[in-house]
């Protein structure tokens, strides 16, 4: 049986929600439904969903920022907004923060899934993992191989663990733009406690030791906030 895609569906009106929910399942699709930007981050960490749909206005926040939040360590999933607003800064804002789509309420269910099963097929496309080993990414001298973790400069070669590459990953996603430490803390390790905190710490250091063969690369600390990379 093939795997259902699942669908992190963000919206605080019951009666739409419950609509859209039933009429995606029929569909053939996962739909997993939250209220709340608190609620939709802490889902999104443990489902990892496929797409997501994500309403602007909400109780404790908005589509907007919940975008922006992820895409500090995820470029890959698609993002669509639903929304009452449409002027032109409203849908700028929206491509600004991170998302790939845009829909007007109200809106007809067969265009959503039209939409939805587009950057379905096109995010299939961008991910598949021999294509990201194939194109390493550049970082200085370095060529930097995610999600095989190899890094490389010259003739010599590294191995980085699973999360090396991760935390390593999450800044190159974020380069010259700072990084929250609570970000990292919350996705690689799902919380942000002291000792999460100092093993933070410790792959860090592993890290500048790794990139220190090129001196024009820091991960800079910006002193209780998070860390940047910059070269």
Do not use: C
């Not at 250091?205 to 990379?229: A, C, E, H, V």
Request: no cysteine; aromatic share 8%; glycine share 4%.
């Amino acid at each position: 049986m093939a795997t259902l895609n699942k669908i992190l569906f963000v919206e605080d009106e019951p009666a739409l929600a419950e609509i859209v929910k039933e009429t995606l399942a029929l569909k053939g699709f996962e739909v997993i439904h939250t209220l709340t930007a608190k609620e939709t981050i802490s889902q999104y960490h443990k489902l990892k969903p496929d797409i997501l749909i994500l309403d602007v206005m909400l109780p404790d926040g908005d589509g907007f920022s919940i975008a922006k939040h992820l895409r500090q360590i995820d470029m890959v999933t698609p993002i669509i907004f639903l929304t009452s607003k449409s002027l032109p800064t409203d849908v700028v804002m929206g491509f600004e923060s991170g998302g790939n789509d845009y829909l007007k309420k109200p809106f007809s269910i067969e265009e959503l899934t039209i939409r939805i099963k587009a950057l379905l097929s096109r995010n299939r496309l961008v991910i598949e993992p021999e294509n990201i080993e194939k194109q390493p990414i550049k970082i200085g001298n370095y060529q930097f191989y995610y999600p095989k973790g190899v890094l490389t400069i010259a003739n010599s070669q590294r191995t980085l663990t699973t999360r090396e590459a991760e935390i390593l990953q999450m800044l190159l996603l974020n380069k010259n733009n700072m990084l929250e430490r609570n970000v990292i803390l919350n996705a690689l390790w799902s919380n942000n406690d002291y000792f999460s905190g100092r093993s933070l710490d410790v792959f860090i250091t592993k890290l500048r030791k790794y990139l220190k063969d090129d001196p024009s690369i820091f991960i800079i600390n910006i002193r209780g906030q998070g860390y940047k990379l910059v070269y």
